[in-house]
């Protein structure tokens, strides 16, 4: 009989992202990504939704795609920086003006993935949380 080997998924923490705010997010250890062609943050309401519907959708050399499901107007508003390729270290950015556009949905659902000469391979992904702010000014 055949032995097939299931590589688990790593799961990562829960990300909140105040609305309205500029989200920093830094993640550490994601394992060797020196490979990849193209990296990928997203974000969505359900797994199942198109990227283009992403509530933020992030490539590291295009940069913000994806915003509330529409094409974003900035691609600048939106960055993967690579400090460490091999370490898998990294960090994301997204606007305060982007974060503002961001619905109250609830708990959605965030991956990294990254395409290489072998295809792609989601290497972390877990829930984010959206939580309104009072104050709806970014500039």
């Known amino acids: 009989m055949p032995h097939v080997a299931i590589t688990a998924i790593p799961t990562g923490n829960t990300i909140e992202v105040q609305r309205g705010d500029t989200l920093t997010l830094t993640v550490t250890r994601l394992g060797d990504i020196s490979a990849r062609t ?11 939704d198109v990227d283009t519907a992403a509530l933020v959708q992030i490539e590291e050399t295009a940069g913000l795609l994806y915003i509330s499901g529409a094409a974003a107007g900035t691609a600048g508003n939106g960055s993967i920086t690579v400090t460490d390729a091999v370490a898998g270290d990294l960090t994301v950015v997204l606007a305060a003006v982007e974060a503002a556009k961001l619905p109250v949905l609830g708990r959605w659902y965030y991956d990294f993935q990254m395409l290489t000469a072998s295809g792609v391979t989601t290497v972390l992904r877990g829930r984010a949380i959206l939580t309104g702010d009072a104050t709806r000014e970014t500039s």
């Open 38 to 48: 193209s990296f990928w943050f997203t974000i969505k309401a359900d797994t199942d």
